[in-house]
């Protein structure tokens, strides 16, 4: 049987190339006959079009010369009134044979064509046949025809006959027939079919409203046991982006297969037999809130100095374009959301691109040797008059703000439904959960510009230090980057794990500028923060916070968090209403600002300058309190009131927001000093309408102090690399699980744990636009000289003055180790032939004045003083 196989197999093989070659010339006949029919069609379609247009005008407009006049009045005295549909029927003949609807023309269809026009004509005739007089008369038959008096020769013949035999009511039954079985076979169409044609449209419409109600259903009802629901929401459920892109059907289609594969194959436990709930509507909370994804860039960041104000230590000379990429900010405590018409209050999320390191790509730029430091009573000795600082402005005109327009505008994208992709994760996080014994089920999800946040809920019994474990497990299961639990949520009976979406969307300053929340905020210090996991566009004011500290690893989006801030603070005060004070030991960060009628001195960018400027702070403020003394009066919202009821304006003060960019390294130059000026502006400094922003990038003890925490309670925190830095900036840890581009935790005063941000981003190309409309509202700014002469003087130590903690051998250990060229103790030993306590003493002594460098293990240390320096400043001291 195996051998008469194969032989019938071989058989089989040697034949199939001759039939093959067969049918290849049967086809190609077959077809070269369509086509010589198709052509022959498309002939008559043309002459059928050319006789009813012809015939068309001898009967309308007796246009067509004596022929067709003729013919038109043969054709109205044969058919009567029909006479007139003949031209169309053929030009409508012709142009079905043209376009392939007719699939032939033979001698049958024509016989069925002039049926179906004798069926017209006898329609037509019942209007005239008189059914008590069915006489016979042609020619007064032919006459009424062309006169349009009768239907017609043929019309009234047949008419009359038929009336005869069945009546006029079977006279208009049999021609309907007729002429619907005429059309029908003419068109060679099945009754079938053309009634399926008729009923497909309203069929598919209602298919398809019927088949999103199910889809909307089956994703509520995925999670519905015993009438349990899941809310979705997500910043993209706007009617223009979900659902409406007919290139997503296909995907969709699959999506549902997938979901009913889980829901049939009892995927969350369920009983197969159980029958899960039918809702009508799905339970979907719609945000009107668009957020958009975060698209990378290479903007250059940092804009040269205009020239307008240029002075040592406080900016740079010409242009300087260093290659970053910005960063995004936010802020603290008291923020405001609006929710249903209410007053509420969150936070939202800040949205940032990655930064380099200030100094990263940075040409032609001198990198300044590590600044001296000065001692706490040589610090405190530069006293900067209060009255001195006020900048002399000439203003064009009343002051302008910057127009919205000036920011760049979000980009709207076509996210899809993504409903379906967020209950399918929580279906698997659900499964993840049972696998580990954990009785537990989501019952909201949450997507935000950078992360989506899965609600979770504990049955009864179960710890929830049983969900906090299994974050490594639950990562693997979703495949995500990186996952975080804030375990409980805050105000609810749940857990929330908070996984980070594959494309963070960008939360553009200009979305927060033009809202409601910023425009109808009363606080002149009030800056954009960006849009929390909902969506909702979020702003805070300093006012409320009253101090606030910034820290995070490098690129993280400190810098650009600043930016955004400065600009809010533009885009809602005045000059008159608010002044700064930008501290930016970086160089580049804060210089482009120099020249905006706001800041109340130059961008100060030596920390010895900064130190001077901060003791400037703090007499600012011991002012201002022996101000409200004398007016008795508590605040300086109150004291200002007083006085325009006095009708002193002139004695009305502004509000001062001091912005420190780089904490690190003002403690390494003078740690003392800048401690004590932060901390006592943090104590005492809100009611006198001063606010500190300090921003650091390394989140370390020595940098962050304890006495600088405790007096600055409102804190954000972005990225950092380790749990203990997130300790040092929140006390807790969770910042080393942020995914950076703006991604943060922000604490404010008030609130008992921090929340996960997102927050606004803010290109340099707008901050520059910005700072140059506002720049072009004053023709020019001028400092008092004075003041700068007072902080010029603070920028060199004093080694020759004499204080409590001096000693009589000070200024000859200085000269000392400034020509040895390194210091030690033992060195000092053998010199002067003093103790080891005294020696060490003396070390640190000019340690503290910036004199030498700090301890490196068992080496020398290093002088930071040159003999010239030395020298200038013993003149110095001889002259005074």
């Not at 020696?839 to 010239?868: H, K, N, T």
Request: net charge neutral; aromatic share 6%; hydrophobic share 40%.
């Amino acid at each position: 049987m195996a051998q008469a196989k194969k032989k019938k197999t071989t058989k089989k093989k040697s034949e199939s190339p001759a039939k093959s070659k067969a049918k290849a010339e049967i086809r190609q006949m077959q077809e070269k006959r369509k086509a010589d029919q198709r052509v022959i069609d498309v002939i008559w379609g043309v002459i059928f079009i050319a006789i009813g247009v012809f015939l068309f005008a001898a009967e309308q407009f007796h246009a067509a010369g004596n022929l067709g006049n003729s013919i038109g009045d043969a054709l109205k005295g044969i058919f009567g009134l029909v006479g007139f549909i003949v031209p169309w029927y053929l030009v409508a003949l012709g142009i079905m044979l043209i376009v392939n609807k007719l699939t032939h023309i033979s001698g049958k269809s024509f016989a069925l064509i002039f049926v179906m026009l004798l069926m017209l004509c006898i329609l037509n005739s019942g209007r005239f046949i008189d059914s008590e007089i069915l006489a016979y008369d042609l020619g007064k038959f032919y006459e009424d025809g062309v006169s349009l008096k009768g239907g017609g020769f043929f019309g009234m013949v047949l008419g009359t006959f038929l009336t005869k035999l069945v009546g006029k009511v079977g006279l208009f039954i049999f021609s309907i027939v007729v002429i619907i079985i005429g059309i029908l076979l003419v068109a060679n169409t099945p009754v079938s079919r053309g009634i399926e044609k008729i009923s497909d449209k309203a069929e598919e419409r209602k298919l398809l409203k019927e088949k999103e109600k199910e889809q909307a259903a089956e994703q509520t009802d995925l999670f519905a046991e015993n009438g349990r629901d899941i809310n979705i929401i997500t910043p993209f459920d706007d009617a223009g982006l979900l659902g409406k892109n007919p290139e997503k059907k296909e995907k969709k289609s699959k999506k549902n297969n997938v979901l009913k594969y889980m829901t049939d194959n009892n995927l969350f436990g369920r009983d197969e037999k159980e029958e899960l709930p039918k809702k009508e509507e799905p339970a979907v909370l719609k945000e009107t809130q668009i957020s958009y994804g975060l698209e990378s860039s290479n903007t250059p960041s940092g804009y040269g100095l205009t020239g307008e104000v240029s002075y040592s230590g406080y900016g740079l000379d010409g242009n300087v374009f260093p290659k970053e990429e910005p960063e995004t900010g936010t802020s603290e405590n008291s923020f405001v959301r609006v929710k249903d018409g209410k007053k509420s209050y969150g936070l939202s999320d800040i949205n940032d691109a990655p930064k380099k390191s200030a100094l990263d790509d940075v040409s032609g730029i001198t990198v300044m040797e590590e600044p001296a430091k000065l001692t706490k009573k040589e610090a405190s000795s530069i006293t900067l008059d209060p009255s001195e600082m006020s900048a002399v402005q000439k203003p064009k005109g009343k002051y302008k703000k910057p127009s919205s327009d000036l920011l760049n505008k979000p980009k709207i994208q076509n996210k899809g439904n993504i409903n379906i992709d967020l209950k399918m994760k929580a279906a698997k996080l659900e499964e993840t959960l049972k696998n580990f014994h954990v009785d537990a089920r989501v019952i909201q999800v949450t997507q935000g510009p950078a992360v989506t946040r899965y609600e979770i809920q504990p049955n009864v019994g179960v710890k929830v230090n049983s969900i906090v474990r299994l974050a490594d497990d639950i990562a693997l299961n979703l495949e995500a980057k990186s996952i975080r639990i804030e375990a409980p949520i805050p105000g609810k009976a749940a857990v929330g794990i908070e996984v980070e979406n594959d494309k963070i969307n960008m939360v553009t300053l200009r979305e927060i500028i033009d809202s409601k929340e910023f425009k109808e905020a009363k606080s002149k210090i009030t800056f954009a923060v960006g849009k929390d996991i909902a969506g909702k566009a979020i702003v805070a004011d300093l006012k409320g916070m009253p101090h606030l500290l910034i820290a995070g690893s490098t690129g993280s989006g400190k810098s650009v968090c600043i930016n955004s801030i400065i600009t809010s603070i533009l885009y809602k005060a005045d000059p008159d209403e608010v002044k700064l004070v930008l501290i930016d030991p970086k160089v580049v960060e804060l210089g482009n600002y120099n020249g905006i009628p706001h800041l109340l001195i130059p961008v100060v960018t030596e920390p010895a300058k900064a130190a001077a400027a901060l003791n400037w702070a703090v007499a600012e403020m011991t002012d201002r309190y022996k101000k409200f003394a004398e007016s008795q009066v508590r605040d300086l919202e109150s004291y200002n009131e007083t006085m325009r009821m006095n009708g002193e304006e002139e004695q009305v003060m502004p509000q001062i927001v001091i912005i420190i960019d780089e904490l690190a390294d003002l403690m390494m130059a003078a740690p003392s000093q800048v401690e004590e000026s932060i901390c006592r502006l943090a104590q005492m400094a809100r009611a006198a309408g001063m606010h500190l922003i300090v921003a650091t990038q390394r989140p370390s003890v020595d940098i962050i102090t304890g006495v600088i925490k405790a007096n600055i309670p409102s804190r954000i925190a972005f990225a950092v690399s380790s749990q203990f830095d997130s300790r040092t900036i929140l006390d807790m840890a969770g910042a080393e699980k942020l995914v950076g581009k703006g991604d943060m935790l922000f604490n404010p005063l008030g609130m008992g744990k921090p929340v996960r941000v997102q927050g606004t981003f803010v290109s340099d190309s707008e901050v520059h636009d910005v700072i140059q409309h506002v720049k072009g509202q004053v023709e020019d700014v001028e400092y008092a000289g004075e003041v700068m002469n007072t902080i010029e003087k603070g920028n060199l130590p004093q080694a020759g003055g004499k204080d409590e903690t001096s000693d009589e051998l000070l200024q000859e250990a200085i000269e000392c180790v400034v020509s040895a060229g390194q210091a030690s103790v033992s060195m000092l030993q053998r010199r002067f032939r003093i103790g080891y306590n005294r020696a060490a003493r003396i070390v640190d002594m000019m340690e503290a004045r910036g004199i030498v460098g700090p301890q490196d293990g068992s080496r020398p240390r290093q002088v930071l003083l040159s003999e010239d320096e030395l020298n200038e400043m013993k003149n110095e001291v001889e002259t005074e």
